[in-house]
């Protein structure tokens, strides 16, 4: 069946850039979650949403960093005035009950952003 | 936060078991050990998780000591495409939702 699925791949955007990526999660999944990965780090955890609410967005880094989920299925992360630090792999997981510690996360393939 | 700790890299042959330690000496309760493997240019894919029995599924096995304290990921007959970075987790009673990744340990299969 279809795993999430994300767009674009990669973007590469210029300083200062506003930047939207999308997260199309498997269908029926309640539990969406953004996280980012740096290189060479592991995936840190950005924010959660149980269907359209978003229950926890304690990892976003600064307030330029927006995630939304309107009608609790696609998600998109906007990034407002893109600087060099925001470069990193951008990676969209789902799950399919409330996020609980037995509930898997699926992960996409993820959104690469390099910021020149 | 119960934490843990897994060798940073190791290398395996082809064909054999690969065996990947990981220590999480302050899980308590109904803490849950997950194991996650991430592939060059992919996102994590998952492989197994276990409370306190051993478990198997047809990735892999997992045994988890008695006191809980560490643990074993076993891959059976390793082949080049297991080559990956491999995340030990625990999933916190209170924070269950957030998967805390770590560095993981980069699993090189040789020919």
């Known amino acids: 069946g279809a795993g999430v699925s994300q767009s674009p791949r990669y973007k590469v955007a210029k300083r200062g850039q506003d930047v939207a990526l999308r997260c199309d999660p498997i269908?029926?999944?309640?539990?969406l979650f953004w996280y980012q990965q740096a290189l060479g780090q592991g995936p840190e955890f950005l924010t959660y949403f149980q269907n359209e609410a978003q229950l926890d967005k304690s990892g976003l880094p600064s307030d330029r960093f927006f995630a939304e989920r309107p009608e609790g299925s696609v998600s998109t992360l906007k990034i407002q005035r893109t600087q060099q630090e925001d470069s990193a792999v951008y990676l969209c997981a789902s799950s399919l009950s409330g996020g609980g510690r037995t509930d898997t996360q699926y992960f996409g393939p993820g959104t690469r952003l390099t910021v020149l | 936060d119960a934490k843990t700790t897994q060798p940073t890299s190791m290398d395996c042959a082809e064909g054999r078991a690969a065996n990947l330690p990981c220590n999480h000496s302050t899980i308590s309760g109904n803490e849950y050990v997950y194991w996650y493997r991430q592939i060059h240019s992919q996102g994590p894919q998952y492989i197994i998780h276990?409370?306190?029995n051993n478990e198997t599924n047809e990735m892999a096995s997992l045994i988890i000591t008695e006191d809980r304290k560490s643990s074993t990921l076993i891959l059976p007959h390793a082949t080049l495409r297991d080559t990956a970075v491999y995340y030990c987790?625990?999933?916190?009673?209170?924070?269950?939702?957030?998967?805390?990744f770590g560095a993981g340990t980069t699993v090189t299969v040789r020919a």
């Open positions: 276990g409370l306190k």
């Open positions: 269908s029926g999944h309640v539990s």
């Open positions: 987790i625990v999933r916190v009673r209170g924070n269950d939702y957030k998967l805390s």
